[in-house]
Antibody
Framework: QVQLQQWGAGLLKPSETLSLTCAVY????????WTWIRQPPGKGLEWIGE???????KYNPSLKSRVTMLLDTSKNQFSLNLSSVTAADTALYFC???????????WGQGTLVTVSS | QSLLTQPPSVSGAPGQRVTISCTGS?????????VHWYQQLPGTAPKLLIY???NRPSGVPDRFSGSRSATSASLAISGLQAEDAADYYC???????????FGGGTKLTVL
């Protein structure tokens, strides 16, 4: 059973860069897609982007200019960087896994990131 | 404004049946992309409930069922139980976004 464990800074000031890491246990990164999803307080889920180990990555157009996702196969981890954050980026961020054409079948525990001056 | 539209809330008494709709468009469900459903309890990660329109993962009771039509999908929950109180989200792929899109979520209240 795959497990995803995520961590990162929970409190940021406006204009700083959000950085989160997700460690994967029980499965290699190869052969799967890895994604980040966020959920503002009291609101719904928003897809941030996805990538796989072949170098393929896609980002939500609304965030594309500020998002970077990386895979580290040596550590079996993947990461999210979101630059120039504002209060609108305050959300619960989830890392997750899916197979091509399939649903999201594994989730991290979530990291609450608050952007406040 | 989500590309998939769900009712903000539904309710039902224990034992009753409720349905949650997910209305899309020609850029997502209408193109034939599959729909998945998730259940989310407060403060926790979503849990996969229905995948590829009408399939249940192992461990999900058969009280939960899914269906899909031209540009919409539905989640049905029969024999409502108190533990079913949660938020429910539909998900599909959207060609205009070139990525995943979620419905706005539906809060189920068990009366």
């Amino acid at each position: 059973q795959v497990q995803l464990q995520q961590w990162g800074a929970g409190l940021l000031k406006p204009s700083e860069t959000l950085s989160l890491t997700c460690a994967v246990y029980g499965e290699p990164l190869s052969g799967y897609y890895w994604t980040w999803i966020r959920q503002p307080p009291g609101k719904g889920l928003e897809w941030i982007g996805e990538m796989n180990d072949s170098g393929s990555s896609k980002y939500n157009p609304s965030l594309k200019s500020r998002v970077t996702m990386l895979l580290d196969t040596s550590k079996n981890q993947f990461s999210l960087n979101l630059s120039s954050v504002t209060a609108a980026d305050t959300a619960l961020y989830f890392c997750a896994k899916f197979e091509y054409g399939g649903p999201i079948d594994s989730w991290g525990q979530g990291t609450l990131v608050t952007v406040s001056s | 404004q989500s590309l998939l539209t769900q009712p903000p809330s539904v309710s039902g008494a224990p034992g009753q049946r409720v349905t949650i709709s997910c209305t899309g468009s020609s850029s997502n469900i209408g193109t034939g992309y599959d729909v998945h459903w998730y259940q989310q309890l407060p403060g926790t990660a979503p849990k996969l409930l229905i995948y590829v329109n009408n399939n249940r993962p192992s461990g999900v009771p058969d009280r939960f069922s899914g269906s899909r039509s031209a540009t919409s999908a539905s989640l049905a929950i029969s024999g409502l139980q108190a533990e079913d109180a949660a938020d429910y989200y539909c998900q599909s792929y959207d060609s205009s976004l070139s990525g995943w899109v979620f419905g706005g979520g539906t809060k189920l209240t068990v009366l």
